[in-house]
């Protein structure tokens, strides 16, 4: 379909993270016990996206229903029930959630295209290619489809690069542990920058500047003007006061070599 | 169109209060309408360089806080009569200032006046955050000199987070005002150059005020530096800074080391 006409919605299957909630037998001392804990806590499943996982407990449908209504009572709000019997889908319960396994063996089941052809039958070509995306998102969870020829991921947590588009102010903490942090602009004496990955600086480092804060020991510090306070990789740190003078207002890289920090000029 | 302009630094006793009183009188000289508002609740003192301290009745806690008139309160320059000056309260503290309060109060000077000229305390504690919450541009004022530029920086940094213009996702006008230039300490080192602090800050620069003797007999005699002494170089710096605020275009000169070269050439001779 290259001369689609008209846009259809947009949706996938993706996995979020939930808290699981798992009631134990008998179910009336467990509930005591989270009555409890809600005297401490009151306001701890407030805005939580919480399931109930009721796998571990022998229940049939109205007790199964009599355990939801009891828990939203104490308003906990359930976005969904896991190791339910998918027969009991209905209006009063919340949706039922298919477990990892069965959700491996529902993605089999609309993953032939054979089968997905034999249901799109009878639909007209627009609403034919729809059936199909929308029947391919659902097999792949959201992912790419397996059949294309995938690379192994360079870093299996590269995430993408924070860019900060505006100097860092004395005082300001710019703090992104989930990869690289870019900077363009300077960092200014007092301020703090820390960063999973590596640091760049496309001004003039004064302040201090804290890479591979998560242990990563690759992780490097590029300025154009070296004025820092403190450089630090993996917790290994310089002080002003230990930064060689010939490296001061220069352009330059600092990394970590057998246990202690190098900076070289970067022209 | 009415503009709020916080006048701030983080650091005290870099001019301020007299940049304050400096400004709102130049302008006012220029034919606007000024209300200089003392923001520094407990350590008054713009009424003392305004030489309005005798007549204080009213201030803006009273005001902030329902208890007098905007009216009441505001006190007309004896010289400038389109310049006011809103006192604040020395008896009690910052923490008698609410948010709400001093909404109220700006918005009503807002429709009153052409500029609301506000003199922060120094810090970045409530009676600072509050001066700049509702302004519409600020006015940084640092000395060539690192502890000043440093802490001018963390207010440059407060006031793109904390002002409302920034939290409604704006961007905060910006403007660098230098006092206490000394170009002979500055051509010996004693001093960061201009540039240097330009570098650092990388705000647009509103005016270069030099070191001036006269600016403190100024403040002494209560007497804004541009009405006091309209001839002297740190009012004539005043003066321009206040004309690039309307959106002039009135060429920066740095102040050079000519004259005091001159001056200590001369005094030599005559000893």
């Known amino acids: ?267 | 169109m009415s503009k709020i302009i916080v006048v701030t630094s983080g650091k005290g006793g870099v001019g301020k209060t007299t940049s304050t009183a400096a400004l709102g009188a130049a302008l006012a000289l220029e034919g606007h309408k000024v209300a200089v508002v003392d923001f520094d609740v407990g350590l008054r003192n713009l009424d003392l360089i305004m030489g309005a301290e005798r007549r204080v009745v009213f201030d803006l806690i009273n005001v902030a806080q329902g208890d007098a008139k905007l009216n009441q309160a505001l006190i007309r320059d004896k010289r400038l009569p389109n310049l006011s000056l809103l006192p604040a309260s020395q008896t009690r503290d910052k923490d008698a200032l609410t948010e709400e309060g001093v909404e109220r109060v700006i918005d009503e000077l807002r429709s009153r006046f052409d500029w609301v000229i506000c003199d922060s305390p120094a810090g970045i504690e409530r009676g600072a955050t509050l001066a700049m919450r509702f302004a519409d541009a600020a006015v940084v004022v640092a000395n060539p000199e690192v502890s000043s530029v440093r802490d001018s920086d963390r207010i440059i940094g407060l006031l793109d987070a904390k002002t409302c213009q920034a939290e409604k996702g704006g961007r905060m006008e910006k403007h660098l005002l230098l006092t206490r230039y000394d170009p002979g300490r500055v051509a010996r080192g004693e001093m960061l150059s201009v540039e240097d602090v330009l570098e650092i800050l990388s705000i647009p620069l509103l005016g270069i005020v030099p070191d001036n003797e006269e600016v403190l007999r100024a403040s002494n005699l209560g007497s804004p530096i541009v009405l006091h002494n309209a001839a002297s170089a740190p009012a004539r710096a005043y003066t321009d800074a206040a004309q690039r605020l309307c959106g002039a275009n009135v060429p920066m000169s740095i102040p050079s080391d000519q004259k005091s070269l001159f001056r200590k050439l001369f005094g030599r001779r005559a000893a």
């Not at chain 1, 990892?100 to 034999?118: F, H, L, P, Y």
């Not at chain 1, 992780?219 to 154009?224: E, G, L, V």
Request: glycine share 8%; with cysteine.
């Open chain 1, 1 to 267: 379909m290259t001369q689609a006409t008209c846009r259809s919605i947009r949706f996938r299957g993706r996995s979020f993270e939930a808290l699981a909630l798992e009631p134990e037998a008998p179910l009336e001392a467990w509930i005591d016990r989270l009555d409890v804990y809600l005297i401490h806590f009151p306001a701890f499943f407030a805005s939580k996206p919480i399931v109930i996982d009721v796998s571990n407990l022998q229940l049939d449908r109205p007790n199964a229903a009599e355990l939801v209504k009891s828990l939203t009572a104490r308003g906990i709000r359930i976005m969904g029930l896991a190791g339910a019997d998918p027969a009991w889908s209905s209006d009063d319960l919340p949706p039922i959630l298919p477990r990892a396994r069965d959700a491996a063996k529902a993605q089999m089941s609309v993953d032939g295209a054979g089968d997905v052809g034999a249901a799109a039958r009878g639909l007209n070509a627009n609403e034919q290619a729809a059936f199909l995306e929308i029947a391919n998102a659902l097999a792949t969870d959201g992912r790419p489809s397996p059949a294309a020829p995938s690379e192994p991921p360079l870093r299996p947590n590269a995430a993408a690069p924070l860019v900060v588009n505006a100097p860092v102010r004395s005082g300001q903490t710019i703090q992104y542990l989930e990869g690289d942090v870019t900077i363009i602009g300077s960092v200014a004496s007092g301020a703090d920058v820390i960063a999973g990955g590596s640091i760049h600086i496309y001004g003039a480092l004064r302040g201090r500047a804290f890479a591979g804060a998560e242990g990563e020991a690759q992780a490097r510090i590029f300025c154009r003007r070296l004025e820092a306070e403190l450089l630090a990789v993996t917790g290994v740190y310089l002080t002003a006061d230990e930064i060689g003078t010939s490296a001061r207002g220069q352009p330059v890289q600092a990394w970590l070599e057998q246990e202690s920090i190098r900076i070289a000029r970067l022209d």
